[in-house]
């Protein structure tokens, strides 16, 4: 008896180390979310963390542990693949967050490409305007100057007119009237008419200065 109590207190206490490391385990899955992502082995687990405390509170402290161990076993299965889901999770965030950089970084240039377009259009309207300014000037200037030269030649056609001296001709013509000679001889009258001279025409000119 004095070799056997130890050994069976030795037992009792691997058996309730061996349950309280599987309610550790358990609990630490549970809280990663592993009812979520491993559901069976988490209640698998619970089930055989209930077998070993029974075990237990029967005096079964082998079956105890070995129950206690298989909780522990079945604990770590279901953190693993609850940390195979966060990280997937992790990965999934992050691409979809680099995915979002990018998306945005190219709406980004392209928004900086249309703003340059924007750009380059108003500097062409800007300079179109300007050369259609430009064009309606030399056109009123060239109005202006025909509007000038054809004042200088109305002005140049009156004082030509101005200085050219004017010429008056004046024509006279002078006819004498023709003689009627009248001879009556023993009541025969006879009428002869004497050639007239001949037609005079006289033509004067006079000039008038300029003034």
């Known amino acids: 008896m004095a070799i056997a109590t130890p050994a069976a207190a030795g037992t009792t206490d691997r058996a ?3 349950s309280a490391a599987a309610e550790a385990r358990i609990q630490s899955a549970e809280t990663m979310g592993a009812g979520a992502d491993a559901p069976r082995d988490t209640a698998v687990a619970r089930a055989a963390l209930a077998s070993a405390r029974e075990d237990f509170a029967s005096g079964h402290k082998e079956a105890a542990i070995e129950d206690a161990i298989q909780a522990s076993a079945l604990a770590d299965t279901a953190i693993g693949i609850a940390r195979q889901h966060k990280d997937a999770a992790i990965a999934a965030a992050r691409e979809a967050q680099r995915a979002s950089a990018d998306a945005a970084r190219d709406q980004v240039t392209a928004a900086q490409g249309q703003a340059a377009a924007a750009q380059d259009q108003a500097v062409a ?4 305007a300007a050369e259609a300014n ?7 200037q060239s109005a202006a100057a025909s509007a000038a ?7 140049t056609a009156a004082i030509a ?4 001296p004017q010429v008056e001709t004046t024509v006279t013509t002078q006819q004498p009237a023709r003689v009627h000679h009248t001879t009556v001889t023993r009541h025969t009258t006879t009428t002869s008419t004497a050639p007239a001279p001949s037609t005079q ?6 000039v008038t200065p300029p003034r």
């Open 125 to 128: 309207a800007q300079q179109q």
């Open 149 to 155: 030269d054809a004042a200088a030649a109305r002005d």
């Open 16 to 18: 309730r180390e061996a």
């Open 134 to 140: 430009a064009r309606a000037q030399n056109a009123q």
């Open 161 to 164: 007119a101005a200085r050219t």
């Open 201 to 206: 025409v006289t033509t004067t000119t006079q």
